[in-house]
Each structure stands twice: as structure tokens, then as C-alpha cells.
């Protein structure tokens, strides 16, 4: 099982941007597909998951409104979009995905059984 972040870059404040995670080794309908990320000198920190059956998405309260999560099945992705970006979403992102029959808190991390390398977004003031 493989996931890998894409998509990171420079950033201007207000500015958007969008993540992309690919996935191989397990099908997007059998995972829950989750993006965390992690500042400098902070800890991980969970940002989004969309369920395995698509119609469910979930957001930490801080980010609703400006990120959206979404996936294309066929492509194995998931996407996070990235609106109206502050300085403070400057971060390593990271994809990850938990077993849908066992997950309870989905913004924990340890639920989360395969992760990918994360991406780099900064956003410049």
C-alpha cells in the first residue's frame, strides 16, 4: 500500500491551491482517506477525511468553510482544496488511510494504519 502527497509549493495569502493523493494498493471504496499536517515545531495536526463509500466528509472545525475534501474513484485519488490560505496552513501535508471497520476517531492519527510523504505548502504574507 502506497500513498503519496503532491501538489505543495508557494502559496500567497488568499491565494488557493490544491493537494493531490495517490493511492495504490488498496481501492478508494475499502478506505477511509484522511489529510493531516504538521507546522514546524508543532504537532500533526488532522485536517480532513472523506469516508470509503464517498459520501461522507469531515473537517476540524478551524477549517470548514475554506478546505474541501474530494476524490476521484476511477483515478484512486483524493484531493484536498485549499481556499482563502493564511500563513498559519503553512505545513507538511500528509494522506492517510484507515480501515473503515475500525476507525472511531478519525481525527486521530494513530487510526490511521498507511500514510504516504508529505508535501510542502507555504504561504507567504
Known amino acids: 500500500v502506497q500513498l503519496q502527497a503532491s501538489g505543495g509549493g508557494w502559496v500567497q495569502a488568499g491565494g488557493s491551491t490544491r493537494l493531490s493523493c495517490v493511492v495504490s494498493g488498496l481501492s478508494l471504496d475499502t478506505y477511509e482517506i484522511g489529510w493531516f499536517r504538521q507546522a514546524p515545531g508543532k504537532e500533526r495536526e488532522w485536517v480532513s477525511t472523506?469516508?470509503?463509500?464517498?459520501?461522507?466528509?469531515y473537517y476540524a472545525d478551524s477549517l470548514k468553510g475554506r478546505f474541501s475534501i474530494s476524490r476521484d474513484i476511477e483515478k484512486n485519488m483524493v484531493y484536498l482544496q485549499m481556499n482563502r490560505l493564511k500563513s498559519e496552513d503553512t505545513a507538511v501535508y500528509y494522506c492517510?488511510?484507515?480501515?473503515?471497520?475500525?476507525?472511531?476517531?478519525?481525527?486521530?492519527?494513530?487510526?490511521?494504519?498507511?500514510w504516504g510523504r508529505g508535501t510542502q505548502v507555504t504561504v507567504s504574507s
Open positions: 492517510a488511510g484507515a480501515n473503515p471497520w475500525t476507525v472511531v476517531l478519525r481525527h486521530e492519527a494513530y487510526e490511521y494504519d498507511h
Open positions: 472523506i469516508s470509503s463509500t464517498g459520501d461522507s466528509t
